[in-house]
């Protein structure tokens, strides 16, 4: 569970997201009253995270559910990677007011003493979601920052995110 959690990320950019899908979901069988909390919900936004675009019951479930974990732990950031998360599932599920809701938090939350990567997912998600609703003109200035955001990362997936 704790393995699983902490390399989904590498599942993707290593092009085998269905081997990482595979894995991910042994490891979510063996979830139990006993895991750890934030083992769980990591494994859980792994999941959701990986399974994108997907935004069927089971990967809304895991948002939620990594949501309400974090929630309960107190830590801040996680509980922010996971409404980014949750909303992104919610926009790519075409639920575009609902993901207004966990973004708005997602933004509440966010201390600018936080590393400035951070704010990369709520850019993509939010840039996302405005596009999807053809609100292009707020788009614009959100694709802006987040290019700005790529720039002084010299991030060029970030970059190009920012431009697609």
Do not use: Y
């Amino acid at each position: 569970i704790a393995l699983a959690g902490a390399v989904g990320w590498i599942w993707v950019s290593a092009g085998q997201r269905p081997e990482g899908l595979r894995r991910t979901r042994l490891a979510m069988a063996g979830i139990e009253p006993a895991t750890a909390p934030h083992l769980e919900a990591r494994l859980l936004g792994s999941w959701s995270s990986m399974a994108c675009p997907e935004a069927g019951p089971q990967e809304l479930a895991a948002d939620a559910r990594a949501v309400e974990l974090h929630r309960t732990l107190g830590d801040r950031r996680a509980l922010f990677a996971a409404l980014c998360q949750q909303g992104r599932t919610l926009a790519e599920g075409h639920r575009l007011e609902e993901a207004e809701t966990p973004l708005q938090e997602a933004e509440q939350i966010f201390e600018t003493n936080w590393p400035p990567a951070l704010r990369a997912p709520l850019l993509i998600t939010r840039a996302s979601l405005l596009r999807r609703g053809a609100r292009f003109e707020e788009g614009i200035g959100v694709e802006e920052e987040l290019l700005q955001l790529a720039i002084a990362l010299d991030d060029k997936r970030l970059a190009l995110a920012a431009v697609t």
